[in-house]
Structure formats: C-alpha cells, structure tokens
C-alpha cells in the first residue's frame, strides 16, 4: 500500500513539474512568432522579442572587446614605447588609446560608452562593467598632474589631455562631464569633482552663445546652432543641477532644450534638423540620424533629473512625445533608421538607432510615452544585435561628421568599427531593453505575426 501512495504522489508531481514548465514555455511561445503561420512575414533580420540573456550575451561581447583592448599606458606617440620614467616631462608623451583611437579616455564618444557600462552595472548588477569606468578615469587621473608639467613647459600639446587641460570647447568636457558626475555620486574623488568645477565653469561662463542664450558655435558660419551641442551639454547642466541642487543649472538645461527645439526641431515631420546658420534662415533641413539621437537621449537625461512640475517640464515632454512619433514613422525595413532619416536609399546607421532604442525605451520605462511604442524599440534592438561582430565590435557606425549644408554629404558619410560613436548607443540600447523585457507592468504578446506591447492592469481586468 505505502508503495502505491508513494507511487501516486511521485504521478502527481510530474504531473505538476509538467504543468508548471509547461506553462513557462507557453509564456515564453506568447513571446514568438510562429513561422508556420500563414500571416508570419518574411524577414531579413529576427522578428522576435529578445531574451535577457540573449541582450546580456551581447553586451558581454562588447564589454570583453573594450576590456581586452584598452592599453592604459603612456607611450611616446613617435616611437611608440610604453613611458615608465615620469620624473622629466616628454613633450611627446600620450594616452595609447589602442587601436585606431577606439580607445580614448577622455572623448566625448567615450562618455556615452561609460554611460552605458554605469547602466548595464546597475540594471545587471554585474560589477565589470561599473569596473570599466572607474578604472579608466583613475588612471587618467593618476597621470593628470604629468601632462600639466608637459603643458606648463610646451604649452598646449595635441595630446589625450588636451581637452581638459585647455578646455575649447563643448566636445572637450560637456559628454565626459555628465559621465564624470555620475561616477562622482558613487566615488567622491576630489579629482573628479575638481574637473568637474573646471567643466561647469566652462559651459556655463565660456561657451560661445547666441544673444537669446542658446549654446552655439562659430562654424561652419559665424553663428551655427548644432543638434549636436544638445548631448555636450543638456545631460552635464541636468547632473550638475542634481549634484549642487543649484536651480541654475535646470535653469539652462530647460532653456537649451526649448530653445534648441525652436530652432531645430520641425513640428509637421516630428525630426530634428542637423544644424541652423543663423544669418541664413531659410538654409536646407537636413534630418541626420545621430543629431536626432543626441537630441532624444539628451531629453531623457534631463527628465530624469529634473523634479516633477519643474516649469517648462511638460513643453519638453510634449516635444518628446512628437520626436519618438516622428521617429517611428521613418523606421525602415530592417529596424534601423536611415542616416539621413527621411531618406530611404540612404543606408541603416548603427549609432543613431541605438540612441532610438535606448530613448525610446527609457520613455516607456518612465511612463513618458505610451507603451504601444515598445515594438519599434524592440525592432531596432533585434538590428542592433544583428550588427555586433563576433569579436565585440559595432558595425555600421558613421563615422565623425560635421554639419554640411547638402544631402550628398552625409549619403557617402563611410561606416567602420573603430568610429567610437556606436558602443556607448548600443550599451546604453541594450540596458534599457533589459529594463524593458522586465517591467512587471508590461507584457508582450505575440499575435496574428505581430507583437503588442499591453499593461498587465488592462489584462487583468
């Protein structure tokens, strides 16, 4: 009799085990589309909800490519021998920056990659990629006071210091120092905090700015407003406000959003133009994908700093909703978007469509946007994924390009994995999907060959 019972009892846990994986398979089929459906397309590249583990097991790729690849050394950049001996100053002394410069401590492109190491660590909970950062800016730091003596006995030397040191201009300091701040909230290293004195000062006492107070530069013509500027300064005036609790500095931060929107930004197409000429109010809008980007990230960082009811917090939200509108109408075919966005025969660009990704996810995240945007960020992932090389490295990515005044320009703009542009957008891409994939008050079904992204509180009613 007891091996009857036992026997049945052992039946009735199977029986339950089965149920139970069963339905976790079912939960994640929901999550598919099924390919033998006679309403499934035909794609060119996934069309699926990514897993978590599939997104970490990108971001691992890059991480190991970064890890593996940035020297930190001095090297004498003519010889290229590693300096060990820092009692005489070398004029010819420098950061190795590794391989075609992909390495560079101190660029703006670098600050987003160390943005999105930041977030991948908080959202994984994975210290390697907070390890990244901090090790970078240490050893910049530890050999700060080295290329000073350099520039004290040369003066200004093309070196990776350069742009600290001699600060000229947003692309020196406005990325790294939102970067900088955000490693300083967890590490008070009075080094850090030093050098990001010396970049607020800059921004807010020393940038080049039209009369009405939008940030602004002197080329290509003698007042340019560039889409560009958002990113080198909007998420550094947004973390110094969090950091001091200093009004102003929200202040600004607000101030080069709306203003940078009413030059830049087109109400009917919902896009961004790349730049303005002021004396020329009538010059060409040209939408290049990674200008968009800037601007969209750029809004992001700020709303997430800025406290609720901040004045002009709701216009801003207003122009974010019409941009991720107006960016999901020219999503191309693959997921991408174009380099130049209304453009259909230009190519899919790597570096803009992570920005896409990661503030159009973030916006949903935050409850900014409506959730039923969360399939365009999904597709833009799934091409995302698709363009990271087996080695780590991001295809795809246009390279550094300034503002032109003619299409053709940015047609021909040549990709390649060393343009630094692209990491960061992809990190930060794929954190927030992450985020995505696992916010309890969404679920994502697969139906009729389509996803639908839908609150869990609708279903459950």
Not at 40 to 65: H, N
Not at 119 to 139: A, H, I, N, R
Not at 358 to 382: E, K, L, M, R
Request: hydrophobic share 35%; glycine share 8%.
């Amino acid at each position: 009799m007891k091996n009857k019972i036992y026997h049945k009892g052992n039946t009735r846990l199977i029986v339950l085990i089965i149920i139970v994986f069963g339905s976790l398979a079912c939960a994640q089929q929901k999550t598919l589309i099924d390919k033998n459906d006679s309403q499934a397309g035909q794609y060119t590249l996934p069309y699926e909800a990514p897993s978590v583990d599939s997104i970490k097991a990108v971001m691992k790729r890059i991480w190991d490519y970064f890890y593996s690849g940035t020297p930190l050394r001095i090297i004498n950049k003519t010889t290229r021998e590693e300096i060990t001996d820092f009692s005489k100053p070398n004029k010819d002394a420098d950061l190795d920056n590794g391989e075609r410069g992909l390495f560079s401590i101190w660029s703006y492109p670098q600050g987003v990659t160390y943005d999105g190491m930041l977030k991948l660590g908080e959202v994984t909970g994975d210290s390697k990629y907070t390890q990244y950062p901090f090790k970078s800016m240490k050893y910049y730091f530890d050999h700060l006071s080295y290329f000073q003596k350099i520039d004290s006995v040369y003066g200004a030397m093309n070196n990776s210091y350069k742009g600290l040191i001699r600060t000229s201009n947003l692309d020196d300091c406005g990325s790294m120092g939102a970067a900088l701040i955000r490693m300083y909230k967890v590490d008070k290293d009075p080094r850090f905090r030093a050098a990001i004195d010396h970049i607020a000062d800059y921004v807010s006492n020393k940038q080049f700015r039209l009369a009405d107070g939008t940030i602004a530069r002197q080329r290509p013509q003698a007042q340019s407003i560039w889409a560009d500027d958002a990113y080198m300064s909007i998420p550094f005036l947004a973390e110094m406000g969090s950091l001091t609790g200093d009004a102003k500095y929200f202040d600004d931060a607000v101030k080069q959003v709306l203003q940078m929107s009413k030059y830049l930004f087109r109400w009917d197409k919902g896009l961004y133009d790349h730049g303005v000429n002021i004396h020329n109010a009538n010059d060409p809008n040209i939408y290049w994908g990674r200008a968009n980007g800037w601007l969209i990230i750029s809004i992001v960082d700020l709303l997430d700093v800025l406290p609720e009811n901040y004045k002009g917090r709701d216009e801003i939200l207003k122009i974010l909703r019409a941009h991720v509108k107006g960016l999901t109408e020219v999503q191309n075919s693959e997921g991408l978007w174009n380099n130049l966005l209304d453009k259909t025969d230009s190519y899919g660009e790597t570096s803009c469509t992570g920005l896409f990704v990661y503030g159009i996810a973030h916006a949903i995240n935050q409850g900014w946007v409506d959730y039923t945007f969360g399939p365009v960020a999904q597709a833009g992932w799934n091409a995302l994924a698709a363009k990271i090389l087996p080695n780590g490295q991001v295809n795809g990515t246009c390279i550094a390009t300034t503002f032109a005044s003619e299409n053709i320009y940015y047609y021909h703009r040549p990709v390649s994995v060393y343009a630094s542009h692209g990491y960061g957008p992809v990190l930060l891409a794929g954190a927030e999907m992450i985020k995505l994939i696992q916010n309890e008050k969404i679920v994502i079904r697969a139906a009729n060959g389509t996803f639908h992204y839908r609150l869990r509180s609708d279903i459950e009613k």
